[in-house]
């Protein structure tokens, strides 16, 4: 049996028209989901600033919380993109449905490390180990956090290097962003000077520090001679400073003492390195 398809008598009209209303659906479809992702992404931004007001959330956890929020609400609707597309296109809902429960099984036995990830990021909020603009040292990366969500963290280095971590290899955290930090400055002068005068004068710099700069919670204090190096005695000052002032105080320290040992004469070494050389006549000669 042999079937003749007429092209004359296809309905090309109609099928123009179908897929010009199926084009249409879908073209609005994407401007909803974009619209209402945007009312919503301000939406939540205004709530969780309003909740920290009252509850006194700190800002690095009120933007932790918030990035995570963000994430969820894409999921959502991203899922319920995909199932409106199903229905324009009149696929059943159910394939969608069987679908995501086949995705469940993959994960249940092909992905463990993605159900990892979530429950390990799940309790890195609840712990609150740590929060979005955190300094913090995981494995071999060191930086800002900027995300934390249910599948990886991310840590922005020093550098500028965004790193994606998964949540499942964040196996110790080191948060330096709680409570006060150790500013640490060691300077070495000559074997040739005076030790005691050289900490009363590294001493006076610290005092003046501590007046003038407010970032100083505690100290500096000169604590005395850390180490003898090959060419010089080591002295050591510490002091508490804001978080994330550490570093700032430190060259401030640096660049004051140095200038205050330039006006009392007091020599901060370098290494020299002596040659020695022998003429044909056997004489030595030496030169730095």
Not at 234 to 255: D, F, H, P, S
């Amino acid at each position: 049996m042999i079937l003749l398809f007429d092209v004359n008598q296809f309905d090309w009209e109609g099928l123009l028209v179908d897929a010009g209303l199926i084009a249409l659906k879908v073209i609005g479809l994407f401007i909803t989901f974009y619209i209402v992702r945007a009312i919503g992404s301000r939406v939540m931004n205004k709530a969780f600033q309003e909740v920290a007001k009252r509850r006194n959330i700190s800002e690095g956890r009120s933007l932790t919380l918030h990035k995570l929020a963000e994430n969820i609400f894409s999921y959502v609707l991203i899922f319920m993109l995909v199932a409106t597309l199903f229905g324009i296109f009149g696929l059943p809902i159910a394939s969608l449905i069987a679908g995501a429960g086949v995705v469940g099984l993959a994960i249940g036995f092909g992905a463990q490390g993605l159900v990892s990830d979530v429950v390990t990021g799940f309790f890195l909020l609840l712990e609150k180990q740590i929060d979005v603009n955190d300094y913090v040292t995981v494995g071999s990366f060191d930086g800002i956090v900027e995300s934390v969500g249910l599948r990886t963290t991310q840590i922005r280095s020093f550098d500028g290097t965004l790193n994606y971590v998964p949540n499942r290899e964040i196996t110790s955290v080191s948060n330096h962003s709680r409570g006060n930090m150790r500013a640490l400055v060691d300077i070495g002068i000559s074997y040739d000077d005076n030790i005691d005068h050289a900490m009363e004068i590294m001493q006076a710099v610290c005092d003046r520090v501590a007046t003038s700069n407010p970032l100083v919670v505690e100290g500096p204090n000169v604590i005395g001679v850390q180490g003898l190096g090959a060419s010089d005695v080591v002295l050591r000052v510490i002091a508490k400073t804001e978080n994330m002032e550490q570093w700032g105080v430190e060259r401030q320290l640096r660049k004051e003492i140095k200038e205050a040992f330039d006006e009392n004469n007091i020599e901060i070494p370098f290494p020299h390195q002596v040659y020695i050389h022998k003429n044909q006549e056997g004489t030595e000669t030496s030169s730095s």
